[in-house]
């Protein structure tokens, strides 16, 4: 397979609103181009765009997300490149602490669509009389709440790049890794476990007859690697603003140290639980492994670390690769490959998904890309389908088009031409016996082949089934 580059212009209107100025007027991203004022859409809002259409075309899975100190992030820990087509082609950023965090580069490079024609002040008024109407009609008292939007009709110039060597490929550093071989699990310790022991608890069953560690009154409750402690025994971490959410640790006075020198206790070692739930007196939360309890010391030790646990894995053949099966809703889903090389005094793991997965993403990508994705914006249904496309497998994934291609106008607000075609194609980065695949709607958007350098036209392809080809995406199957 091959880096991909596609350049496509399509007609939109007010995509991506801003933010309201004077209280009530809804504005459009905007930027300075010349000396002219355009309309943008955000690179945001495109993968907003994209990334649903491909969850409604085709099934991509929605990675799950947490709340990290009020940063609302991917979470790794339940999906990863193998379970989520959104974490492969889109990226993401997991952090593990202050300084700390795993990240993956977008393999899908998008840039921002830009006008190809000046924004010239237009607004339009809105308001709604229909829902007050219903309103005056039962007797309310109300009146219409005007507002004003500002809008932009105008074709819009927008690229993408897709990095074939990063797509369905991802690295970790991670401190530790074990394997269980008779539960199938390969377990990645990506932060090693801190933990803290509590002294004088004393195990009960209650009424009910559940296990209960009580120290006096004060009570825990354990559901495997789940905790449920009274708020009593924990206290703030660190200081923070008010704003921010808060980390707990146990109360020194309640702690155990683990050993003494001379007389003199070490340091009471302590945990730090950032992630949690409240339930009346009692806050909730999950370790790294389930508490343990000695009976003779009355002492009940807490352990909170950062795991990534994968289930269905199979050893394999080969030393430190594992085989891991990827089930599917409605297909029969995929084998992939996780390897683990050591890094200095840590572990360095690959995920690798299988190469016919690795060509289905992609394909699903361009099919998307090609034929337009649905977008809404301030309650409007749009969509973002090409009038005009250029694309070509390149050497280096960027999008070597994007700053030749513009348009001049043919026929007034009606029909336009594509220039800069040439410019691209003497880009070195083109393979120099590929093709350049380009399609325009031919009455909205044309372009004249006759403008195109003649040692060039035979690069031309406008079969889209031979540019896949070209790009090294259709496998045997699909070219049946």
């Known amino acids: 397979m091959k880096n991909i580059t596609i350049t496509i212009i399509f007609e939109g209107s007010a995509l991506n609103r801003d933010e309201k100025v004077g209280g009530n007027i809804l504005s459009i991203k905007k930027l300075q181009k010349g000396e002219k004022t355009v309309s943008f859409i955000g690179k945001t809002a495109i993968r907003h765009y994209l990334f649903s259409t491909l969850n409604k075309a085709f099934g991509w899975k929605e990675a799950k997300v947490r709340l990290h100190r009020d940063v609302v992030q991917f979470d790794i820990t339940k999906d990863d490149i193998l379970t989520s087509e959104e974490l492969d082609a889109f990226g993401y950023m997991y952090t593990i602490g202050e300084q700390m965090s795993i990240t993956r580069k977008a393999p899908v490079g998008i840039t921002k669509a830009v006008a190809l024609t000046e924004w010239n002040g237009d607004m339009a008024f809105y308001c ?57 699990r390969l377990i990645l310790t990506i932060q090693t476990p801190k933990h803290a022991i509590l002294k004088n608890v ?48 146990l109360k020194d006075n309640y702690l155990a140290s683990e050993t003494e020198r001379e007389g003199k206790k070490s340091k009471k070692p302590n945990i730090e639980v950032k992630e949690f739930e409240e339930e009346e007196n009692f806050y909730i939360f999950g370790v790294s492994k389930e508490p343990e309890y000695d009976e003779e010391k009355k002492e009940l030790k807490i352990e909170i670390g950062l795991q990534k646990i994968i289930e269905n894995v199979e050893k394999s053949q080969e030393e430190n690769e594992y085989k891991v099966k990827i089930k599917k809703k409605e297909e029969e ?32 990508l361009l099919t998307v890309i090609k034929n337009g994705f649905y977008a809404q914006s301030s309650g409007e249904a749009n969509t973002i389908i090409p009038l005009f496309i250029i694309g070509a497998s390149v050497k280096i994934p960027f999008p070597i088009f994007h700053p030749y291609i513009e348009i001049e106008e043919i026929e007034k607000g009606k029909s336009y031409k594509v220039k800069g075609i040439s410019n691209g194609f003497k880009n070195s980065w083109l393979y120099e016996n590929g093709k350049v695949y380009i399609w325009a709607d031919g009455i909205k958007i044309n372009y004249e082949e006759g403008e195109i350098d003649k040692d060039k036209i035979e690069k031309i392809e406008k079969n889209w089934d031979k540019f896949l080809e070209e790009c090294g995406i259709k496998n045997e199957e699909q070219k049946s």
């Open 128 to 184: 709604n009389h229909d829902l007050v109407n219903r309103a005056i009609k039962q007797g309310e008292d109300t009146t219409p709440n005007p507002f004003s939007k500002e809008e932009h009709l105008s074709l819009y110039k927008l690229s993408f790049t897709i990095d074939v060597e990063r797509f369905g490929r991802d690295e970790w550093i991670v401190e530790d890794y074990s394997y269980e071989a008779s539960d199938k």
């Open 202 to 249: 004393e195990k009960e069953e209650d009424e009910e007859g559940n296990i209960v560690y009580k120290i006096g009154e004060k009570e825990i409750y354990i559901d495997g690697k789940n905790v449920k402690i009274s708020k009593d025994l924990m206290e703030p971490a660190t200081k923070k603003k008010k704003e921010e959410r808060i980390s707990l640790k």
């Open 333 to 364: 889903g995929f084998e992939a490959t996780i390897k683990i090389e050591k890094a200095g005094n840590k572990f360095k793991v690959i995920f690798e998904i299988s190469e016919d997965e690795k060509k289905k993403r992609i394909k699903d």
